[in-house]
Structure formats: C-alpha cells, structure tokens
Nanobody, 121 residues
Framework: QVQLVESGGGLVQPGGSLRLSCAAS????????MGWYRQAPGKQRELVAH???????NYADSVKGRFTISRDGAQNKAYLQMNSLKPEDTAVYFC???????????????WGQGTQVTVSS
C-alpha cells in the first residue's frame, strides 16, 4: 500500500511564508513525478508545481518566482516553499505522485489527503 502524507499547512498573513512537506511511504519501487495541486472553494483543482525524478520543474504562472518545489529522492519526499503568499493562494493543497509500486510494472497516480493553507490578515 502506497500513501502520501502532507504536512505544513496553516494560517499565514499576506506576504508570509509556509513550507509544505509530502512524504511517500509503502511498497515503492520508483517515483517518477511528484507535484503539488491546490483547490480553492468553488474552483477546480489546479497544478501548482511539479518536479521530475531528474529534477526538472514546472510551475503555474500564478506562483512563479514565489514558490519553489524541491525533492529528496532518497527519502521519497517533496517540499513546496511558498513565499510572498497572497490571499488568492488560499486553498487545500494536495500532494501528487506518479509511483511504480514494488512487484508492479505500471506507474499509478497517488494523492495525499490535502492540507489547508489560508492566507489572511
């Protein structure tokens, strides 16, 4: 069984910073892409950033220059450093990973349970 667990959300004032963490655990053979998505009330889930196992990154235009995604391949963890936060960044943030489980020849898409980020004064 593969699981993704996020941590690090919370309430922060505009202009502040938060760091989200995602830990993948279980019978993992290989992780391809790890990423962060977010979903605000009444809106569709959207990509925030993702990082490949080769270190290539991609960001939504709305977070470029403010957010940084990183990854610890040895520990199957991903991080999202969020700086200069704005009220419009308020959402539930979900970790996502494309993982090949042990004893499987197929990669599957996994999601964490989500962590709330609220940016408000």
């Amino acid at each position: 069984q593969v699981q993704l667990v996020e941590s690090g959300g919370g309430l922060v004032q505009p202009g502040g910073s938060l760091r989200l963490s995602c830990a993948a655990s279980g019978s993992i053979f290989n992780i391809n892409v790890m990423g962060w998505y977010r979903q605000a009330p009444g809106k569709q889930r959207e990509l925030v950033a993702h990082i490949t196992n080769g270190g290539s990154t991609n960001y939504a235009d709305s977070v470029k220059g403010r957010f940084t995604i990183s990854r610890d391949g040895a520990q199957n963890k991903a991080y999202l450093q969020m700086n200069s936060l704005k009220p419009e960044d308020t959402a539930v943030y979900f970790c996502n990973a494309v993982i090949r489980p042990v004893h499987s020849g197929t990669y599957y898409n996994y999601w964490g349970q989500g962590t709330q980020v609220t940016v408000s004064s």
